[in-house]
């Protein structure tokens, strides 16, 4: 196991985060939650630290407060292999409050930035023949679109 992770801090919506992503990433899990016992700052049985993988990568959630918030200067980025795994996870991360940003970015419901980008975009960003066509397809997008950018590719 590795002895580091990502931490991200959340006012009081760190089990709620950790349980949706999750159900979204495949090979992912809960690996452990530290509640709140009597005394503490939040209610008793309250998670104050989630400790969960996606895809085998961890990461801990902590319970925090309000006094820091998540903003776009870190984010998780999910490669896709299809158009419709982009459209599930796009589709359910942004639901119930999340906001589309531009090129595949998004903040969730909870306020974590996601990068949703297809797989083979950094191949297509490599070849510097495609490159510029490839930024200039994807740039006015919100959700990016794989056929899109793969004609973009081939010019």
């Given amino acids: 196991m590795s002895r580091v992770s990502t931490c991200f801090w959340f006012d009081r919506d760190a089990e709620a985060a950790a349980t949706l992503y ?3 990433i495949p090979n992912s899990r809960i ?9 503490a700052p939040m209610p008793a049985g309250h998670a104050h630290v989630v400790d969960f993988e996606l895809d085998g990568v961890p990461y801990r959630a902590l319970n925090g407060g309000p006094m820091y918030k998540l903003n ?3 984010s998780i980025s999910a490669s896709c292999e299809t158009q419709s795994e982009i459209d599930r996870l796009w589709d359910a991360l ?7 940003l531009a090129c595949g970015w998004l903040v969730d419901r909870f306020g ?3 990068q949703i980008i297809p797989s083979r975009l950094n191949e297509w960003m490599s070849n510097p023949a495609a490159a510029a066509r490839v930024v200039g397809a994807f740039m006015p997008m919100m959700r990016l679109d794989i056929a899109t950018l793969e004609a973009a590719a081939r010019g």
Avoid at 31 to 39: A, D, F, K, Q, T
Avoid at 94 to 100: I, K, L, P, S, V
């Fill in 112 to 114: 974590l930035t996601w």
């Fill in 31 to 39: 690996v452990s939650i530290l509640r709140h016992g009597e005394g």
């Fill in 22 to 24: 999750t159900t979204l």
């Fill in 72 to 74: 776009e200067a870190a």
């Fill in 94 to 100: 942004t639901a119930d409050g999340g906001r589309e």
